[in-house]
């Protein structure tokens, strides 16, 4: 098991809980589509997982290892060793260019392996692209680059917070398509917030979130 | 509707008191520092005015007897020829701790003054027996009048604020009597009408000279210089304060798009809002420079006594230390003020207004291009050129501070480049990820922070420039003093006869005793003052040359040539070799050039012989004394009591130097204090740049988290940034600092005082400006960083989830 | 006559707001000063020399010229004492004052200069034997008062006469006590009206030779204005015939106060009272923003004398710190001649 969320709950602060007992499971290789109701949670959810924010109550545990102990220092070098992000919009660094945001994550994490940048690149359309800006590319070409950034970096997980909600019908097919094969292709494990029931039908598994559970 | 939308405008600063209270320091400070200064140019200018008009000064040509004094009988002959000349007594007189001038006129025949005319016209008018004969009256400005209403020996006064302080106007035959110089005259003026068919001057009064009027140095020429570079600093903080406005500005009206953009999807016209902000804006303007003319007021209050002590000593110009405020300098100040805020704010206006209605984050708009960045150096070359060609093309004051201000400007405009090209060659340079990062995310924050990195670039070479001038300067002087005052001790006699009673008494204990004597003669170039002098070996070992042809003293102590103050040489274009003619029939060869500093006249020097050629029987009252040094002080004390002398009149060199070096280091009181404030404020403008981009740059920093840095880690590299694009500023400054220092010392000084100063370097000084400036940047990142350090990791996240 | 020059000893430095002040500070003692007394016996040379005791004093030149060129000429030359107190010393502080006022009118112009001195230092002052008045380059001097000559420059004006009497001294009013108010104010007062004149005007448009006669009027006093006066009227007139007139009108709020010296061809003079003569202005002209009467009848019943005197040209205003109107004239009617017209007050 490769991630293991225990009995999660999740308040802001002077707000009503978010997550109140969230469980779920997700193996090596294994894709879960996560719905939900706009403001159930999914995003705050994702990012509980990401190690990004910090829980309330119950326990996550990536690959063996709790996240509730760990720091920042620790949370920060979880997220460069293991996960993998993409978000609806801002995944890129402003400043840098589209080859250097690619090969940025892999870099960080010191496994960057350069020929399978360069396929990545490749595969996803990118190479005419590369010594680019991130805001001259439109958001498809974005995304795409984020999903490059996220692969390159060769995480065991991937967390993606509708990755195509920015985008058009076609955009998005071929964004899901492209994010897919690359899961299928280097074995990692994916969770994807989606609102889109043909999306999530296309996974493994469907997880719908509702009332701070998962029903 | 205006309401609702004034309230919902307002409530942003409600919800930013930080960015508020910037936004009016900003404001007060361009304002403030800028009011100050022209408030002391003002004051200054005023009291020289005040001075020139109430005693009708640079008017009138006058005639002068450069030996001495103009006896009363020629006056009468002068008159009886047809003359029409009034008589002026002047003298100073020492009353309690003060030194007061003394300005006897004939209150008959001279031209009515301001000071005569409004106490006749006062309630309670002298009776003119009163006022023309004995005891007579003294016309005094007020505080002077409680000064010397203790004495009961003075004749009764009469207060008039149209006098300057420091001077008794009074008639000449009380004058006579005050000063005890019965029937003497110090120079008689020229009236304006004159009859038909009067005598040259020539036939019926040789020994007298005739100085016009415009060849006279007059107070605001001499001061024109000091007044310019006071102007100078005075726009250079304003313009360093705009800066601060219009940071903040600008991040304000970034922080209002989405609001702005949900009052006009609501219906309110981008007119509308224009206006109002524009409406905003101005009253902001107004609060602003009000509490800006309130600091100016105090600033100027507490730096004119040390500007008026400066003009006193420098030039002699009458400033009294007293700050009035005027009405005229309130409007400016705010005129100032909301034009400033206006300029600052013009660009920001004018992209919301252009704002569409659907626009995007377009945050990222913050990034300049790289072509217009290209521009603007090019703009700042052109104007680094221009200024040199000005400097070279053009003569004068104005000319030299043109091309200072076209290279400081045109430096500015190219300094982005530079950290540009500078960043992209530490880019390249960079192995890992993050530090590529680095160097990739601060040139792409330069646009953002180049307004205040250009501040601190003027700041910093402002300061290195003048404090390189200064201290230099200061370096000359002191070696110049040296030089300059061998003797160990200077008398001054009360008359001619006690002047030789004094060296007949001294000749037999000291080494040498050296009479100083001097007449003033006109010159084309202004007044002259030609000293004569006796050989001696403090001439020949010590007096500071600085260019000198074969046997200079030889020659000139035969009387065959003469030496001349460095003033002169430039002024009138005199080397060595050429010739000076100090009267019609009297013309010598120059054969040095001396420098001078401190004093804004003509000199030159002659043998003693050749000095009573050109003007039998002057008066010798002033010795140098040569002897041991350990036995001045009590040779001095001896000299007192021998000769019933007052402390002053015997002058020790040590105090001597103490005293020049007191009144140098007073010059530059206000220039060192607005150096200070200058860098202070482009410390403050680095802050709130700093602020400004904050906002914009949680988008930059928190796909960079996300991926597995810490937010120490990022704090610190904003701390590093920081510090890192002052120091790059820095290391750039000072360049530009040893130009402008150069410009000073070589082209602006030798234009406003006449002489050229070496230059020295000052290496400790710029480590220690080095130091302060990192220190600067680093105070002013502090905030920001810290605030990263704090911020909860949701607010990062809410990057990820929301349009901005 | 110039009586109301008697305030400018007071006026000498001072603008007009305490024109009134001086006015009023005369109207009542006279601070020490002597005052004219009747029956005063005067001596000669002394009595041309200056009276430091007394306030105000002039010596006081008109002639009516006549160039080569045929037109005609006035010269002024004045010299006026001031006194502030009843003193003389020397130096700087001296309260002895000295004004001179020059002038020569042409048909279409009017030249003037002022000048200014202290008494103490030599600038200025009076000796009476050798005569010599003088202020700057400007004097009047000669052996005595018969054989004079007079020199004056302006900026644009200078002027060498000599001067010849003719004729004997005159003495105005009572053995020269000259009344002045209803109240008894009076001056010491006497005039030499016989000069024979020639010499050279230097103008702006050349040098002019001319000859004709001149008038010197010497006065002295203290505290001659009643407080109504405002001003006064002063004739000197020349008949073709040889006779003389001088004659004034002080103008007062109670009433005007006239006088007059009939001076016939041999010097017989002759003073007529208070009434004897009569003024009245035909015609006025605005000169330097004031109206000022140009044309006068004067008659005098008792010499049967019905004349109209004509300024020469409006254009003679003093334009001096203390201002007034003075210049030549032409007499027609009965009598035909020349002279001189002073006005003050308008
Ligand atoms: N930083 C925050 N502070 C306070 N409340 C928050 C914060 N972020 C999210 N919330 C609240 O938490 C709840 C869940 O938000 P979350 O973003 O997880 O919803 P979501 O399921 O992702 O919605 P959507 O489908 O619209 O993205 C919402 O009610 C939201 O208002
Ligand atoms: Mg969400």
Redesign the pocket.
Known sequence: MLLNIDKVQKS?????P?LRDVSLTLDQGQTLALT????????????LAAALDSLDGGEITLDGTALSPLDDRGRATLRRQSISLVF?QFNLIPSLTVAQNLSFHARLTGREDTGWTAHLANRLGLSELLPRYPENLSGGQQQRVAIGRAMAAQPKLLLA??PT?NLDETASATVLDLMLSLVADTGAALLL?T?SQDIAARLDRHAH?TGGRIA | MTWAVTQALLSHWRRHRLQLATLLIGIALATGLWSAVQAINAEARASYQRASDQLALGRYDELRDPSGPIPLARYVALRRAGWQVAAVLEGSLQVGDRRVQVLGVDMVTYPALPAVTQVEQSDTPPDPADMLTAPGRLLAAPDLAQTLGVRSDFPPILPSDALPSDLILTDIGVAETLLNQPGQISRLIVLPDQPMGIPPLSEIAPDLERINASTRLDTTQLTDSFHLNLTAFGLLSFAVGLFIVHGTVGLAFAQRRGMIRTLRALGVSMRRLVWMITAELTLLALIGGALGLILGFFLAGALLPDVAATLRGLYGAPVDGQMRLQPEWVVAGLAIALAGTLLASGHALHRLSRMPLLSGAGLQAWRGAASGRRATALIGLALIAGGFVTAYAFEGLVAGFAMVAGILTGAALVLPALLSFALSLLQRGARGPVTQWVWADMRAQLPGLSLALMALLLALAANIGVGTMVSSFRLTFTGWLDQRLTSELYVTAADDQQGQQIAQWLDPQVDAVLPIRSIELAHLSGPLFLYGIVDHQSYRQNWPLIASSDEVWDRVLAGEAVLINEQLARRSNLWPGDDLTLKPDQTLTIAGVYSDYGNPTGQAIVSMAQLDRIAPGADTRRFGIRLAPERATEMAQALRDQFDLPRQAVVQQASMKAQSLAIFDKTFVVTSALNILTLGVAGFAILTSLLTLWTQRLPQIAPVWALGLTRAQLARIELLRSVLLAALTAVLALPLGLVLAWALLAVINVQAFGWRLPMYLFPEDWAYLFALTLLAAFIAAALPALRLLCL?P??L??VF?YER | MNVKALLFGLLFLLPAPMWAQGYAGLGGSADGFDIPKQGYQFQFPRDHGPHPSFRIEWWYLTANLIGEDGRDYGVQWTLFRSALKPTQTDGWQSPQLWMGHAAVTTPDAHYLAERLSRGGIGQAGVTAAPYEAWIDEWHMRGPDPDTLTLTASGEEFHYDLSLTALGPLVFHGDAGYSVKSADGQASHYYSQPFYDVEGVLYLPDGDVAVTGQGWLDREWSSQPLAEDQSGWDWFSLSFDDGDKLMAFRLRGGRGDFTAATWISADGTATPLPDGSASFIPLETARVEGRDVPVTWQVTLPDYDLDVEVTALTPKAWMATRFEYWEGPVKVSGNRSGRGYLEMTGY
């Open positions: 802001y602060p002077g707000g009503r978010v939900g109701e706009s403001g159930s949670g999914k995003s705050t959810l994702l990012n609806q917070d509708e909600g917030v609102h979130l | 909860p949701a607010d996240l809410k989830a």
